[in-house]
Each structure stands twice: as C-alpha cells, then as structure tokens.
C-alpha cells in the first residue's frame, strides 16, 4: 500500500507538528481545520519552526522551502477524501472524533487508512463505527512532534497487517521508531506516564513537597529532563486529566483516581502553559510556582 498524500485533521498542536514532519518526509499533507485563523497559525508556526532546523544545520534551505510547498490547508473536511492516510489530531473528546469521522466517511477512498492520534482513547471502539475497522489504527505521535523520536502504533482488535505495515513504514520514513502497543487505556507511554504525574500532584497535595522541591527532586534524583509538574503544564492538566479518568474507567482500579487538586485545577482554568498558569504561573518573564 502506497502512501504519497496525507490528510491531517485539526491544526493545533499536535497536528501542525504532525504536517510539519510528514511534509519534511516527501508527503503531500492537506491539513484542516475549522477555523482559518488556526490553519494560517499552523502554517506560519511550521515555517517558523523549519528555519530554526535551517538555522541549527539540521535541514537544508532547500528541504524547508519544498516542505513548505507541499503542505495545502481547506475548511472543508471531505477534502481530505483523496488522501491515502488520514491522521485526526482533533481534541481528545471521542463525541468530536466520531463526528469526523461520521462526516469523513462517504469522501474517502476504498483503501484510504484511518488512524488517530488520540493518546488514551480505545482504538477498537473508534475503529467500530467506521466502514473500515480494518483499515483503522492508533497513530500517536509525541509532543512535540518534530523533536520526539517516538510514534506509539496501536492495533484495533479489527486492524489487519497490511495497514499496520504501511503505518510502520510511514514511522520510518519519518525518521523515527516505532512502538507497537495492543489497544488497553492510555497505551505504553501515558499508562506509565501520566499515573507518575497524578502522584507526583498528590504529593503537592498531601503536603509532601511544594512545586519546586517535587520537580527539583525528580530532576537530579531520578535524571529527569523535566519535573513531573512542569511535565503536566507542558502537556495540559485538561489532558492530564483526561488521561486520567480513561484510565480510571477502562480498567476500574482505584490507584488510577485523578488527584482532586489536578481536578481543581483543570475546574480553574489553569490548564498550564496555554492558558499561562497551572502549577507554575507563566505571566511573568520567569516560571513561578503557585503552590
């Protein structure tokens, strides 16, 4: 199976870092989203990020303006119908995936693959209400996506072994590895992952440690680039969360209840660094704890 166009669906994050690597790698992307304002940004955010590889020798001139050529935006979803692979990086609410999809459907090509890049959410229960279970799988990149070397490759109980190998190969094309995960909530790297966040949240809520001290202690006595606290405002404690209570209801384990203060933190508002507070506040020229 030939891969040559690939559709991203939605503009955020994840998905202009997805349109970022996938162009770098030869394919033609068409990305979308509902809101032009947020496809300009995309655009603009993969341009920028492609002159700082220039700028630090990773990338040629040349390869960032040919990756730039190749990258088209639309408004309109069943565009995407023409593509070969169809990666979704829309919010992670399975009501919002399953309506793109729903409306995807009836554009797409017989052998166009379906994947998403949803970080907890059950593959097979997606995969279910499409016309290509088979065709469907998990396709979960790392943020941020040009810099990780990880794509966690997650195989629906329907998903068939031609589509996991053009996936595979895809991944490699990219320049990064591939893990093959079975579809169990939160996959490899979240199960293990975002649990160690919740309980580091509630050591900050049980009085263990205060935000410095938790993050100071992971840093130097565990080797850890990044505090677990400043780890989830990176992420987003909305995701966190969310992580979280997939976890908590797909496997009906009490050792995987969310923290009530990351709750009440996501009940704020303070989300973390894109909304500029969570467990640090970001208003100022430097990070500040707020507990």
């Known amino acids: 199976m030939e891969i040559e166009k690939v559709g991203v669906i939605g503009a955020g994050q994840m998905g202009n870092g997805i349109a970022h690597v996938m162009a770098l790698a030869g394919y033609d992307v068409m990305m979308t989203d509902i809101s032009q304002d947020a496809l300009d940004k995309a ?36 565009d995407l119908g023409q593509t070969d692979l169809v990666i979704e990086a829309a919010t992670e609410r399975e009501t919002v995936k399953d309506q793109i999809f729903k409306e995807l459907l009836p554009a797409l090509k017989p052998d166009t693959i379906l994947t998403s890049n949803t970080s907890s959410i059950s593959i097979t229960r997606l995969a279910s209400r499409t016309d290509r279970p088979e065709k469907f799988m998990g396709f979960h990149f790392m943020n941020p996506v040009p810099v990780m070397k990880l794509v966690e490759l997650i195989r629906g109980i ?63 006595g565990a080797n850890h680039p990044m505090g677990p606290l400043e780890l989830a405002d990176f992420i987003g404690l909305d995701t966190c969360l969310a992580i979280m209570n997939v976890l908590h209801d797909g496997l009906a384990d009490t050792k995987y209840r969310p923290c009530p203060l990351l709750t009440k933190y996501v009940e704020a508002g303070w989300l973390g660094r894109k909304t500029g507070r969570g467990f640090y506040d970001y208003r100022g020229e430097t990070p500040v704890p707020t507990r």
């Open 158 to 220: 329907a998903t068939d072994e031609p589509t996991y190998k053009a996936c595979l190969n895809v991944v490699e094309r990219l320049g990064k590895t591939a893990a093959s995960a079975e579809d169990f909530p939160a996959f490899i790297v979240n199960r293990i992952l975002v649990p160690m966040i919740n309980e580091a949240v509630y050591t900050l809520y049980e009085g263990v440690g205060n935000v410095r001290s938790i993050d100071e202690a992971m840093k130097l």
């Open 43 to 78: 655009v603009a955010l993969i341009g920028k990020n492609l002159d700082r590889q220039v700028s630090r020798e990773k990338i040629a001139q040349a390869d960032r303006d040919a990756a730039m050529s190749r990258i088209s935006t639309t408004l309109t979803l069943t």
